[in-house]
């Protein structure tokens, strides 16, 4: 029996950011953090500190062992191009003895968890205990993808510079038309895909489940499209990319109109399970004759000159020196504003840590997106030739990402009528795009029952 992706709703308390505790730091208090403030590593030990693994682990019966790891490994020079010895940054949540660990890596129960644009491991905070209380005999490893966070950081340089080269790749599906593969976004996705297989060789892991949130879930079913037989299940975190509409003569593109509210969301929100009931089985509840692309409107000549040459927005808050700290803090007091003041804190200078850190896999994103935030090569055309295993899509019901591409994703892998590719959809109460920080408990809950579901 076909699985069908099903809107789901919660009344689970959730982290509200309506209100804030304090608008920003003062330029006092911003000259200071930037002349003494804690290291990168230290705002990262700061932030894992506010779990119970990390600062209780009496809380676990001592049933897991915490480390914060660089893991040497080996990429091909054809994938990036350094002379210099690369690491990933990892902080793994293990089992008690070296012996139990291995097992659990032989047997493929692991998760690897894998952030978004500009963000880092320590960003799944909140969700380290719920998730390692929910997957007692599991190991979990959060980890920086490369050119991020702790990650090594070496520039970013791919062979194709022009995105306007292309070639063609037969489709296996039997329905399907060749595929025309972007050499640039091709060699971009290897770029991090490649370094993301050289960890789990290092790290003697079988198989695994594999969730990616944003752009981290749009590069973790790149992952998973070139690495099926390693991916046991993938979860996708209101992921980057999905959705269609981009061409090459309509670089201006975008779904900036996606800010708004959709009220086909916030019609899920008021009617909760028995919507349904009522659009029956297999029919979209965002539109319930097909799927749409979003819409698509003009982001400006400037910006799409500056995207085009391959700027990155970070560069604004590494060139503003002593005001960096208060030009981050007017985006992190706001976003964690609501956390208490020592996280809100650990996360803030975590998150300007790592957005003036040196540059490096942050200029991939103008190969991967077109400007205006659309795929160049959108997931949603590969699911069905590429994706071998189950899925589960994960949107916040303020999500500012296109959520009816991620419940279309699940309907065309649940349309193949297979079992073992199953596919789950599902709209989390009161959350925006970073649906796992906002609402843990819904967010921890859709995730482990969706693990633990048997194929």
Request: glycine share 6%.
């Amino acid at each position: 029996m076909t699985s069908t992706a099903t809107p789901t709703t919660s009344t689970t308390e959730s982290t509200s950011h309506t209100k804030h505790v304090r608008p920003s730091l003062t330029y006092k208090e911003a000259f200071l953090q930037y002349l003494y403030g804690p290291s990168q590593q230290e705002s990262e030990q700061m932030v894992l500190n506010q779990t119970q693994l990390v600062s209780n682990p009496a809380h676990f019966d001592n049933h897991f062992r915490t480390s914060v790891n660089d893991v040497p490994i080996t990429v091909a020079k054809e994938y990036v191009h350094t002379k210099q010895p690369l690491h990933l940054h990892e902080f793994a949540i293990e089992q008690a003895s070296p012996a139990l660990t291995q097992t659990a890596n032989d047997n493929g129960n692991v998760l690897v968890m894998m952030h978004g644009y500009g963000a880092g491991l320590g960003f799944f905070y909140k969700n380290f205990d719920g998730l390692s209380a929910g997957l007692r005999d599991w190991n979990i490893y959060a980890l920086d993808w490369l050119g991020y966070g702790l990650s090594s950081r070496p520039k970013f340089s791919i062979q194709t510079a022009k995105m306007s080269e292309t070639r063609q790749v037969a489709s296996a599906a039997t329905d399907a038309k060749s595929e025309t593969v972007i050499k640039a976004v091709e060699e971009t996705e290897n770029w991090f895909v490649e370094s993301l297989e050289a960890w789990r060789r290092a790290k003697n892991i079988k198989s695994f489940t594999l969730m990616g949130h944003s752009m981290g879930g749009y590069l973790a079913a790149a992952y998973a499209f070139k690495y099926p037989e390693n991916v046991n299940k993938l979860i996708m975190v209101s992921p980057a990319g999905v959705e269609t509409g981009y061409t090459p003569d309509l670089d201006e593109s975008s779904f900036l109109s996606l800010f708004r509210k959709d009220s086909q969301i916030e019609q899920i929100k008021e009617k909760g399970p028995e919507l349904q009931e009522e659009l029956g089985p297999n029919l979209n509840p965002y539109n319930d004759t097909k799927y749409q692309e979003p819409e698509r409107r003009s982001v400006g000549k400037l910006f799409n000159y500056l995207w085009n040459k391959h700027m990155s927005p970070f560069v604004i808050v590494r060139s503003s020196t002593i005001f960096g700290p208060k030009l981050v803090s007017n985006w992190s007091y706001w976003r964690f504003g609501r956390f208490p003041e020592a996280e809100r804190e650990a996360m803030h200078m975590y998150s300007y840590r790592t957005f003036v850190a040196r540059p490096s896999g942050e200029y991939a994103i103008t190969r991967i997106l077109a400007p205006g935030a659309l795929a160049r090569m959108p997931l949603l055309t590969r699911v069905q030739d590429k994706l071998k295993c189950p899925s589960v899509w994960i949107y916040g019901d303020n999500d500012w990402m296109h959520a009816p591409s991620g419940y279309e994703a699940a309907n065309i892998m649940n349309r193949i009528g297979r079992r073992d590719l199953f596919a789950e959809f599902h709209v989390v109460p009161k959350a925006g795009h970073h649906v796992y920080l906002d609402n843990v408990g819904k967010f921890n809950s859709v995730v482990l029952n969706f693990i633990k579901r048997k194929v």
